[in-house]
């Protein structure tokens, strides 16, 4: 077998599911060939392999690459004043109702230019790929207008040709009415629906779709509207889902069988059943749990016995998120929604994988698959969740 790097002294956690936690083949060895897994599997039983690179990594710890399936990455400037505001006692609500929220970030973002943009995603970008993240979804959101929207996205794009990870768009037009449009929401309602979706998907921007559906953002009914033309165009669908109270989120993304259903905090067992039913990913974001110091957590508990599958992601966002490690968001999972770290570990390989529509080439290390891989210097991949801020991450590939 000719390959063009041979990995051994190593353990891996394929991650592939099994009776053995993380999928682990202890003292391993794995082929990549052409950019993707060619063989993997105990090095006793490693095939005749000549290999352009032998790389030995002294017992370290090979994962796939980590993805952080649920971002804001493109914004312009900050909200740490608002973080001020909720260590005062203001609420989320209250902050978004006086013109604060997502609404400054939109007029930050107004202002910035594509390159501006650009470099301060680099910085952000820079903290996910040093804590494993070989792929990251990128959402819109903070234009809601025609041009500030594909601004965004180009951004988003040109990150995955020039940032060193792979990206998955999402349109969110349908993340916050904007200033201008204050009193007449339809309009705007029919502006991101019936225009700026059109255009963004015609310049190829667009890989999913997605909407914030809580009584301070839009209704079902709105929601409904914008995935009805996300399938007529094609593109798959996700929802900001049951964040802050129940509004029947999980069972709409049911509805319209989307890859994920994201926050889902108050999500009724009755949303959860409707989930598994249809497929859909839960997507757990602790961090933003975590900064609104929110007292219900998703019901995972439900989520295990219905069998929905788990991802966990960053959120990574001005105001309710500003998480930049992957690693870190692990470890939130476990300590505060009671998630193990084979299951954390997994909510950032193949089931984020599976979130994104991409379980078909990444996010397991299987025979075929990209070579997306994480390189550890850890003992066991427990380590993962465990730590806060220390650097584990030996490279990349």
């Known amino acids: ?230 399938r007529a165009l094609g593109l798959p669908v996700k929802l900001h889902a049951d964040q802050l109270s129940n509004g029947g989120g999980a069972a709409l993304s049911a509805r319209y069988q989307a890859l994920s259903a994201d926050h889902i905090e108050h999500a009724t067992e009755e949303g959860v059943a409707a989930m598994a039913a249809a497929g859909v990913v839960a997507v757990l974001l602790p961090g933003a749990y975590l900064m609104l110091r929110e007292t219900q957590a998703p019901p995972v508990d439900l989520l295990r016995r219905y069998r929905v599958r788990m991802a966990v992601a960053t959120d990574c966002n001005p105001g309710t998120s500003p998480v930049a490690s992957m690693t870190a968001a692990l470890n939130l999972a476990c300590v505060q929604f009671r998630m193990t770290p084979e299951e954390a570990l997994a909510g950032a390989t193949r089931e984020a994988a599976r979130a994104l529509g991409l379980s078909g080439e990444i996010g397991t290390i299987e025979n075929g698959k990209a070579a997306d891989l994480a390189i550890w210097d850890i003992s066991r991949p427990a380590e993962l969740s465990y730590w806060l801020g220390k650097p584990t991450l030996l490279g990349q590939m």
């Open 1 to 230: 077998m000719k390959a063009d790097r041979l990995l051994i002294d190593c353990h891996v956690a394929t991650m592939v599911e099994g009776p053995v936690p993380y999928g682990a083949i202890q003292d391993a060895a794995l082929v990549v060939a052409d950019g993707r897994i060619a063989w993997v599997g105990p090095r006793a039983d490693l095939p005749a392999v000549e290999a352009a690179e032998t790389q030995r990594l002294e017992g370290g710890w090979v994962t796939p690459g980590l993805i952080d399936c649920h971002t804001h990455l493109v914004f312009g400037g900050d909200r740490s004043a608002e973080f001020e505001q909720r260590l005062g006692g203001a609420t989320y609500e209250e902050i978004a109702r006086s013109g604060g929220g997502i609404v400054s970030s939109v007029k930050a973002t107004r202002a910035a230019s594509e390159d501006d943009l650009f470099a301060s995603v680099m910085t952000r970008l820079a903290g996910l790929k040093a804590t494993g993240v070989t792929t990251v979804e990128i959402k819109s959101g903070y234009g809601l207008d025609l041009e500030t929207e594909l601004k965004m996205l180009r951004v988003a794009r040109r990150i995955g040709r020039e940032g060193g990870v792979r990206v998955r768009t999402s349109y969110l037009g349908l993340h916050a009415v904007p200033p201008e449009y204050r009193d007449d929401r339809a309009a705007y309602v029919d502006l991101a629906i019936d225009q700026i979706l059109p255009a963004a998907h015609a310049e190829g921007l667009v890989d999913a779709v997605d909407a914030y559906c809580e009584p301070i953002a839009f209704s079902t009914a709105e929601v409904s509207r914008l995935f009805d033309k996300a």
